[in-house]
């Protein structure tokens, strides 16, 4: 594989990144699922690097899932997104930071639409009008969070406590990316590296010592696919698809995944236990299913934090194999404890725990 | 006084721009020939047998040095033609040099680029060491060395056609006409070197509307076991054991289908050159919506530009095989001579 030729390509997708002022925008369900990870998105842009971050209390879903699930209607997400710019204008901020793929997938969909139909921009300027009296701008600068990560990857190199690499062989962690389908499939353009050869988590991996996995399977969707899950007669097909993906990358003995979208890491998270507990089929290394992490968790581990403050216990896979491969200290008392140290209820059948 | 000899400027020294020349010579005008590489032949150079009768293409190129091998021509290789100017009836022609040339007719014989497959990124090429594409192919066949980058012999080759061609994504709606021919033979060729290779064509429609291209298809199947599937290649990817992973859709099947492969050969389209095209924008002359040159008339006029006195021959009008490029050269020359007779028509 010659990695100048990816190289040529990403040299096509460069996308700016603005670099302070962030209109943030959460997702709703990473919230849920790794909470740890928008956590300390904030901690290390605001109190790390310095960067004037801001949340509105006032900012709501993008209603992306009832969009991709046929029940919110366009105009409807169009206007939802507009009263999101409306609060980013009212803040007083031009560049908006996207945490969730989904939502980024939203935003860019819709700006574009609006840049080709005109009519379409002033039709939901009139109804954010009617409805909230509201206006709006579109954002000088739009980008995905793993975006910024990315912008900042050699920064945290320059500070890391903890390389991607196996302490036991000296070798190069191999690392899966897995990179949200709505990412940039869509809009090539928006998109670190473009569509098919994407470098927003590669970048990191590379940056921080590991080495990116290309297996065949590598663009296949995780399994969430909205319809393949949301409509529950669809789920085995949701499944089937991670079977597919995992079955591919297992020959080439993943260390962890590395995703930048809420639905991957959730199912393929998630989709492990599953598959465990239903064929007893694991796809890692030694016996071990395999850890699956956001770039917020990865950095922070990179960066030397705590793993149980990163919430790397809220996933189905636990991280402990990954854990002791880099060499990074954690205490195992600790995994289910309340910052102010009262013990919380220990999860049953968790995996690789 | 006897009338100054009539001189015409050809630029570019492929199939059209010598086999022009070398007529031109013969009905005694003089001509001044500028080709960009060192070398002269353009794409033929690089081609090792030639369809529908595997012709070497040695020959062709020693029929062309022939053309060119008059008293009545002068080769300047390595000059580019940056521009041309008509000032009262001449032409004067800039090149990279910063020498300045006149002549009373200019054929413009700029050809054609292969599409730079690597643009298509979802098939890797310049990625997977064993994704090559049709030109890459020929250099093959002309070593007489079939051989995967590991230095196997492969038993597994699949062509992908229309790589470049009739795809909106890349601003290329148009046919490029030969690639489908070219796989049928490059296939071929493939089994004489590799008799228990398995060879698989993905197609969108066999478009073999040329002379024996029928029959060359029809060969290819019943001799050589050529398996031929409708449908367009969607992603390439390697696996652990460095195969290439295909997906295509196999339309008359209507199901998709994943396939390994030891080698990919990607049927490489045709562009309008990026010397045709800077010279068009410098020299005022018109391109369609294909980026090739834009005759001035489709049925009567296809030598001739909007500019009187400037013609064009060969593929820098549209996608043209050999024989159809020296037969648009020839036309080119007649369109010369009638207007050195005629300037008034």
Partial sequence: MLQEGKKRIWSDYQKEIADDHFFYVRSCIRQSFFPGSEQFFLHFMKNVLGKDVYENPSHTTCTGIGYHGDVVPLATIMTVVARHFALMKESGYKNIAISCVTSFGIYTEIIETWKHLPAELDKTREYLCKATGREFDVPENMAHTSDIIYKYRNEIADKAKYKLINLQTGEPLNVVEQIGCHYSKMFPKYGVGGAEFPNVLGGMITSWGGKVVDYPERRHCCGFGFRQYLVQANRGYSLSNTVKKFASMKPFKPDFVLTNCPGCNMFMDKWQYTMKTMEGTVYGDNGESIPVLTYEELAGLVLGYNPWDLGLQYHMVQSEPLLKKMGIEYDPGDKYKTKDGRQMPIPQNLINA | ???????????????????????????????????????????????????????????????????????????????????????????????????????????????????????????????????????????????????????????????VHCVGSRDEKVSNLYCSKLCCVTAVKQAMEVKKHIENARVFCFYMDMRMGGALYEELYKESQE???????????????????????????????????????????????????????????????????????????????????????????????????????????????????DYFRNPKS
């Fill in chain 2, 1 to 159: 006084m006897p009338e100054k000899r009539k001189e015409v400027i050809i630029i570019g020294a492929g199939a059209a721009g010598m086999e022009a020349a070398g007529q031109l010579a013969r009905a005694d005008y003089k001509v001044t020939v500028f080709e960009k590489e060192p070398k002269t032949g353009g794409h033929v150079k690089d081609w090792y047998h030639l369809f529908p009768d595997s012709r070497d293409s040695g020959e062709v190129i020693e029929y062309l040095d022939k053309q060119l091998d008059h008293k009545n021509i002068i080769l300047r290789t390595g000059t580019v033609v940056e521009n041309i100017k008509k000032n009262d009836g001449t032409f004067v022609v800039r090149t990279s040099d910063g020498g300045e040339i006149s002549s009373d007719a200019v054929i413009v014989a700029t050809g054609f680029d292969l599409f730079r497959s690597e643009r298509k990124e979802e098939y890797g090429y310049g990625i997977y060491d064993n994704v090559i594409t049709s030109s890459d192919l020929e250099a093959m066949f002309r070593k007489n060395e079939i051989k995967r980058h590991d230095d196997r012999i492969p038993e597994k080759i699949g062509f």
């Fill in chain 2, 223 to 337: 001799r050589f076991g050529i398996n031929y599937i409708r449908g367009k290649v969607s992603e390439v990817s390697e696996n652990i054991n460095n195969k290439l992973v295909v997906k295509v859709e196999d339309t008359l099947a209507g199901r998709p289908l994943k396939m390994e492969l030891d080698m990919l050969v990607l049927m490489a389209g045709m562009e309008m050159s990026e010397s045709g095209l800077k010279l068009a924008g410098a020299s005022g002359l018109k391109t369609g919506e294909n980026r090739f040159f834009s005759p001035a008339d489709h049925h009567f006029g296809s030598n001739k530009s909007k500019i009187k006195g400037v013609f064009y021959a060969g593929a820098c009008t549209a996608p043209l095989n050999i024989t159809e490029t020296i037969s648009h050269a020839r036309a080119a020359v007649a369109d010369v001579i």
